[in-house]
C-alpha cells in the first residue's frame, strides 16, 4: 500500500514538472512567433495598404514588390533561426550591437524614420546567449511599435552602464505619444517586452506623454546579461570612469 501511495505521489510529481515544462515551452514559443513572424507580417499588411491608396507607376510598383520579397525572406529567416533554436543549435558569432546595427539600417531602410544608436563606455562587448536575444527582441518589438503606432521622426537607442552593477537599455522616440493607462488593454508585444525583461532578471517601463514621444528603459543586473568572467572587468571600467 506504502509503495503503491508513494509510487502515485512521485507519478504526480512527474506529470506536474511536466506541464511547467510544457507551458513554459509554449509561452516561449508564442512568444517567439509573434516578435519574429507576426509583426514583420503585420509590417507588410500596412505597407500594402498604404501602397494601395498611393497613386504609382510601374517603378514603384517594381520597388514595392522588393520591399514585400525583401520582408518575405526575413519571415523565412526568422522560422529557420527558431527552428534552430527550438533544436539547440547554434547560430552565427555576430555580437548583438553588431546585430542591432543591422535592425537599424533595415528599420531606416523601411521607415525612412532617422534611427541613432549610442553605446556608451562600459556597456559589455559579450552578452550571455540568451541576454542577446531577449534585448535584441525587445528592442526589435520597441521599433515596430514606432514604425506602427508613433509618427514618429528620430529614435534614439542607448546601451548604458548605469551603476556598477546593471546595465540600462533605452529606445526614445519623438512621436506623438502613447496610452499608459494601467486600465487600457496591453498587447502583446508590450507583455512579450516585459517578459523579455523578467527572463534577465531586469525591470521595464514604458514612459510617454501626449505630443512628447515614448521612452522604453529597461534596466538589468550585469549577473544575468554577462558571462561571468566579464563582469569584474566591467566593473572596474565603471568604477573608473565615475
Known amino acids: 500500500m506504502g509503495t503503491s ?21 509554449r509561452t516561449q514559443l508564442a512568444r517567439e512567433l509573434h516578435d519574429r513572424v507576426a509583426q514583420t507580417l503585420t509590417g507588410m499588411l500596412v505597407d500594402v495598404e498604404n501602397f494601395k491608396s498611393q497613386q504609382v507607376g510601374w517603378d514603384d510598383v517594381i520597388k514595392e ?9 526575413q519571415v523565412l529567416s526568422s ?37 541613432k544608436l549610442d553605446v556608451r563606455p562600459g556597456w559589455p562587448a559579450v552578452l550571455t546567449p ?15 511599435n514606432v514604425r506602427m503606432h508613433s509618427g514618429a521622426h528620430t ?10 552593477d546593471e546595465i540600462a537599455l533605452i529606445v526614445k522616440d519623438d512621436g506623438r505619444g502613447v496610452d499608459t493607462d494601467v486600465s487600457r488593454p ?19 517601463q514604458i514612459e510617454s506623454e501626449a505630443g512628447a514621444g515614448t521612452t522604453v528603459h529597461a534596466v538589468f543586473p550585469k549577473v544575468h546579461v554577462v558571462p561571468p568572467r566579464d563582469v569584474d572587468s566591467i566593473r572596474e571600467l565603471v568604477i573608473q570612469g565615475a
Open 5 to 25: 501511495t508513494n509510487a502515485a505521489r512521485g507519478g504526480m510529481r512527474t506529470d506536474s514538472r511536466h506541464a511547467a515544462i510544457e507551458r513554459a515551452v
Open 65 to 73: 514588390m522588393e520591399t514585400v520579397q525583401t520582408s518575405t525572406r
Open 79 to 115: 522560422l529557420r533561426h527558431l527552428l534552430h533554436d527550438l533544436r539547440g543549435e547554434e547560430q552565427g558569432s555576430e555580437t548583438f550591437v553588431d546585430a542591432l546595427g543591422t535592425l537599424i539600417a533595415r528599420f531606416e531602410e523601411k521607415t525612412t524614420i532617422s534611427t
Open 130 to 144: 540568451p541576454a542577446s536575444l531577449n534585448l535584441y527582441r525587445i528592442v526589435e518589438e520597441a521599433l515596430a
Open 155 to 164: 529614435v534614439r537607442i542607448v546601451l548604458e552602464s548605469c551603476a556598477e
Open 186 to 204: 496591453v498587447g502583446l508585444g508590450t507583455v512579450g517586452m516585459k517578459e523579455r525583461a523578467l527572463i534577465l532578471g531586469g525591470q521595464l
